[in-house]
């Protein structure tokens, strides 16, 4: 009996101690709400990590600046907008002439930013900038008539970019790259996806530039000049090891003016342009015309430094009704493979 007596007497000892030495209890995530006409950025900026920032119905003008890590910020839908503020605003985010911006550093990047249900619209260039973060998640906005990307997202990883609607912005309904402003070699995202998105009425719909490791998949894209734009260079390492995968890609007919890099876009279905390694597979493409020199169904194109195209395995597509052609291989790269693909015209004859 002493022997048990002290077992009980040191175990009881130790819980407390273990409790009296325990760390305090996290954060309680917290809902801090918002209405018309109060300010975005004081919840944002009042948020512990774990918050989340909940915007009711409504219109709301101004920018909103996110630079800390596990924060939501979410609104109930299309009823509740986001637009630019009248005269000067405020503010990092609407200097750059942006609507909401995520804002990491590459020492240390931010981490479980999620952004749902809301629409950012009419902004002088990106709808939604994000930089240097880990494990975003866009789900369900509305990015539109934006003068430049609707979505744009550089230097990240672990992205999940789903259910959202970019229509009319003046460059891509939704842009991914290594850097918008520096060159350099691809970046591998680990993983990030593009799925289940209704772009419509863009420059192009999805711009992919010095990514590796990514998936565009089951997006709906059509209206545009082009439908999604694969693009490397001379890096190193090399754009590619991504799949473009089950879209349906259909109707990218607008007419987009050459600028001083680029001839003019109409009529592109999928392109890849110095990259390698990658899939284009499961993808519907109908009804792309034009006669831009990369217009077509799906086109493997020269870059601009001239960097061919390799290891493009382009197979189980249905390729109907482009022009001028269906499947059109306009570059010299090797490696690159056409199987089991239903189209009428190919460019040269037998890639169908």
Not at 55 to 75: F, K, M, N, Q, W
Not at 131 to 143: I, P, Q, Y
Request: charged share 15%; net charge negative.
């Amino acid at each position: 009996m002493p022997m048990r007596r002290t077992h009980y007497l040191a175990g009881g000892l130790a819980a407390l101690v273990a409790s009296l030495c325990a760390a305090p209890p996290a954060h309680a995530a917290t809902v801090l709400t918002v209405n018309p006409g109060e300010s975005i950025q004081q919840a944002v900026d009042a948020a512990a990590p774990g918050d989340t920032v909940q915007l009711t119905a409504g219109t709301y003008h101004e920018s909103v600046l996110i630079t800390r890590s596990d924060l939501t910020l979410r609104g109930v839908g299309e009823r509740t907008v986001l637009m630019p503020a009248a005269g000067t605003a405020a503010g990092a985010c609407a200097a750059a002439g942006h609507g909401v911006c995520v804002r990491g550093t590459a020492a240390q990047p931010l981490t479980g930013v999620r952004i749902a249900s809301l629409s950012v619209n009419g902004y002088p260039k990106n709808g939604i900038d994000v930089s240097a973060t880990d494990g975003l998640r866009v789900v369900g906005v509305g990015v539109h008539d934006n003068g430049q990307q609707g979505i744009s997202e550089e230097l990240s990883v672990r992205s999940v970019l789903s259910g959202n609607d970019a229509t009319g912005n003046g460059q891509s309904g939704i842009f991914l790259a290594n850097s918008v402003a520096n060159e350099g070699g691809a970046i591998d995202t680990g993983g990030t996806v593009v799925r289940g998105n209704h772009l419509e009425g863009n420059r192009i719909g999805v711009t992919v530039r010095r990514l590796r490791d990514l998936a565009v998949d089951a997006n709906d894209i059509t209206g545009n000049c082009g439908g999604v734009f694969v693009v490397g260079d001379e890096g190193v390492p090399r754009a590619g090891a991504l799949t473009v995968s089950n879209n349906n890609v259909h109707e990218n007919n607008k007419y987009c003016a050459p600028t001083p890099r680029l001839a003019a876009i109409q009529g592109t279905g999928i392109l890849f342009t110095g990259a390698e390694d990658s899939r284009v597979t499961g993808n519907r493409v109908s009804d792309n015309h034009g006669s831009s020199p990369m217009s077509g169904g799906v086109v493997l194109f020269a870059s601009l430094v001239g960097v061919p195209n390799s290891g493009i395995a382009i197979s189980d597509n249905l390729v109907t009704g482009n022009g001028p052609a269906d499947l059109a291989d306009r570059d010299t790269g090797t490696g690159n493979t056409w199987t089991r693909n239903t189209c009428q015209v190919s460019e040269p004859a037998g890639r169908c």
